[in-house]
């Protein structure tokens, strides 16, 4: 007997492996799972609200796979952190604020990335979100 996935459990498997591949950036991966028969059975148990949510998964992770700019993975990679360099850096934190965008941005590693954002930008600010489970955006607990 074939169990049956809920919505939700299809929406965050869905919405998982995009960010899963939209963290790589390889368009072949893209292009493979969502002409996949599991991806299609997966959109097929999503209600009207989780459709939304993926396809905006989607186009962010067309957006980072297809851009031309992907992450380099070497293991001793050294930047010379000039002014301009740090210019660039404080630039893509503030338009991205997230180190996976603003080391495909820069086209430097991901472990270069890290240390240098919070040495010349400080701590990551999680943006728009609330601080508590449960509240709106904006709202402040009572």
């Known amino acids: 007997m074939a169990t049956q996935i809920s919505p939700h459990g299809a929406l965050t498997k ?5 960010e899963q591949i939209r963290k790589l950036g390889r368009p072949q991966e893209f292009k493979a799972y969502t002409c996949s028969p599991e991806y299609k059975s997966l959109y097929a148990a999503l209600d009207d609200h989780g459709c939304d949510r993926v396809i905006d998964a989607l186009v962010d992770a067309k957006r980072s796979c297809f851009s031309g700019k992907s992450i380099p993975w ?9 002014e301009t360099m740090i210019q660039r850096l404080r630039a893509a934190e503030a338009k991205f604020g ?3 965008d603003i080391a495909r941005e820069l086209q430097l590693p991901l472990k270069v990335v ?3 954002r919070w040495r010349y930008c400080g701590r990551r600010r999680v943006r728009n979100q609330p601080y ?5 955006s904006g709202q402040v607990a009572a």
Do not use: C, S
Not at 14 to 18: F, G, N
């Open 74 to 82: 070497k293991l001793n990679y050294r930047v010379a952190w000039t």
């Open 98 to 100: 997230n180190d996976y």
């Open 132 to 136: 508590k489970k449960g509240l709106a």
């Open 14 to 18: 869905i919405t998982h492996r995009l």
């Open 114 to 116: 890290r240390p240098a």
